[in-house]
């Protein structure tokens, strides 16, 4: 019994922030390569732990945020918190329909672009959430006087609720245009539920390279501009300022990691001609460490560097394992 390994590739692809350069002629590839049943099964177990030991982190953070009103009346962990719950439904989902591609290879369209809408709005969330924390680490160092003033409670949720209109615009034009150029019998079809085969409009591929090219300027030119202006300011200044400079800089390689598989493409084709034999195996790497790393980061970032949140966290552990 053999089962297909390149599904999850695809998953990768289409369900991150960074799929743009991906064409629904690559669905042929997937019948190219199979795996064995043992090693199908033990790729599904690497997945799934990693997906439920990464939530089960940020479900300790989110209590952790929840009971204690010294961080739901802070900026700078009102959009940590944000982030955790993009993580946890991006890692969610995608470990769902990773585990649907080996098993049930094809879903209803319906479900498929609605699991694919959440995915897309959830990971274009996080580059700005990220620029977002950046700007609020940059006020409070070089800005500390006036950092009350701009990052208060209220301008935060009205920030992560215009972080959310902003991935909504960018990705329900996907859904409109396919209701408008599609049968209805397509919506009851079954497909291997990518972003293409959800929404198979050429035009929406254009689309999708140029919003997250402005994207990507965008966040980039925030996460560098804040970086160097914290890291003159830490030369002179504090320890806070030298510690707010490295989280900027953890952002950054976040960033990074979130974005790599623009470069997928080439890396793909690079592989499949140094390592025909296994390629398969190359491509589980990379959506080990494109998809599920990153959402690794953000525990380390508050939930290990920051000392406040890392003496809550340990209560709220230590209370836990105390308990018979």
């Known amino acids: 019994m053999t089962l297909?390994?390149?599904h999850f590739f695809f998953l990768f692809l289409n369900f991150s922030f960074q799929e743009m350069n991906v064409s629904a002629a690559n669905v042929s590839v997937v019948l190219q390569y199979r795996d064995s049943f043992t090693k199908a099964v033990t790729k599904n177990v690497i997945v799934v732990v990693l997906g439920i030991s990464i939530n089960c982190i940020n479900a300790s953070l989110i209590h952790t945020f929840h009971k204690h009103e010294i961080f739901y009346m802070n900026p700078r962990y009102i959009l940590f918190i944000h982030l955790v719950v993009?993580?946890?439904i991006v890692v969610t989902l995608t470990v769902f329909l990773f585990i649907i591609s080996y098993t049930l290879y094809k879903i209803n369209v319906s479900i498929c672009c609605i699991s694919v809408l959440f995915v897309i709005f959830t990971t274009e969330n996080t580059p700005l959430n990220l620029a977002c924390m950046a700007v609020e680490c940059y006020i409070?160092?070089?800005?500390?006087l006036r950092h009350t003033q701009i990052c208060t409670v209220k301008r935060t949720l009205m920030l992560i609720g215009l972080i959310w209109t902003t991935s909504i615009i960018s990705g329900i034009p996907d859904l409109f245009i396919t209701l408008a150029t599609e049968p209805l019998d397509f919506?009851?079809?079954q497909v291997f539920c990518l972003r293409e085969t959800a929404f198979p409009h050429p035009l929406l591929v254009k689309k999708r390279d140029i919003t997250y090219l402005m994207f990507l300027v965008l966040?980039?030119?925030t996460i560098f501009?804040?970086?160097?202006k914290i890291l003159f300011t830490a030369k002179t200044a504090n320890k806070d300022a030298k510690k707010a400079r490295d989280t900027i800089l953890l952002h950054g390689f976040q960033l990074l990691l979130c974005m790599s598989s623009y470069a997928t493409p080439l890396l793909k084709d690079a592989l499949q001609r140094w390592f025909p034999k296994n390629y398969a195996d190359s491509l589980f790497a990379i959506y080990i460490i494109v998809q599920i790393l990153p959402r690794s980061i953000s525990p380390i970032i508050y939930g290990i560097r920051d000392n406040t949140f890392r003496k809550y966290l340990r209560r709220?552990?230590?209370c836990k394992v105390s308990k018979p």
Request: aromatic share 20%; with cysteine; net charge negative.
């Open 4 to 6: 297909n390994n390149i």
């Open 86 to 88: 993009n993580d946890m």
């Open 140 to 144: 409070a160092i070089c800005l500390p």
């Open 187 to 189: 919506f009851h079809s």
């Open 219 to 221: 966040v980039w030119i």
């Open 225 to 228: 501009y804040t970086y160097f």
């Open 316 to 318: 709220h552990l230590l």
